[in-house]
């Protein structure tokens, strides 16, 4: 199961679902690695040491090293991570005219799935070169929306990518579910806003809903999942019950 979490807004919650999505199912005994496609490269610096960092995987799709001489184990058990960097932000560019660009991380990845359980991949806030190259290489899309009010602009565009995928690069592409994230409990929109989501995604809409926590904001400056940094938390609670929800979606 290669799982891409995938918005092209920012600010809903893809780095908070894919650090704790990884670390639940690592925490199941499953062997997980996180692929971090992300410039900002926040899932990585919230399991690594940046020292520690020399290649990435931008180094790795531009043909210059081997994924598996980049990917690290962390102190998660069962949890390794294959490191992004601000060279990312360069991968359209050095790539642009290359017949095979979007193909380039399945190509990589194919030789290491059967190694993992669960492989999850990050994605930037961008419908671009990096995030199809996410959509080629997946098995399934889980979509972050949060809880506000323009929660679905921009859905259209992402549901459309996703079928063209489906169509000609990835027929075995499928959309896992749309998660509801940074849902405020306290506020009548957020309520307005998640019933809106159900009525438009029905049961492609999770039952988990990932609610605002102090304390999934602040496990990553500590270079920690919530499940290390606070795992009698209502976040932890959320992202088990989230774990067991794909598991029971992707048949796994």
Known sequence: MIIAITNQKGGVGKTTTAINLAAGFAQKKLQTLLIDLDPQANSTMSFLDPHSIHDTIYDVILGSTALGDIIQATEVANLSVAPSAISMAKFESALT???????????????????????????PPTLGLITVNALVA????????????FALEGTDDLLETI????????TELRLLGVLITLFDKRTVLSRQVADEIHQVFGDLAFRTIITKSVRL????????????????????????????????????
């Open 97 to 123: 005219g290359e017949i095979d660009a979007p193909f380039r991380l399945a190509d990589c990845l194919k030789p290491h799935i059967p190694d993992y359980d669960t492989i999850i991949i990050d994605t």
């Open 138 to 149: 997946a098995t399934h899309v889980l979509v972050p929306i949060q809880a506000s009010f």
């Open 163 to 170: 079928d063209k995928i489906k169509a000609r690069a990835n």
């Open 217 to 252: 904001e602040e496990a990553p400056a500590h270079h920690l999942s919530i499940f290390e940094h606070a795992p009698h938390s209502s976040g932890a609670y959320e992202y088990y019950q989230l774990c067991e929800e794909v598991l029971e979606r992707a048949g796994a």
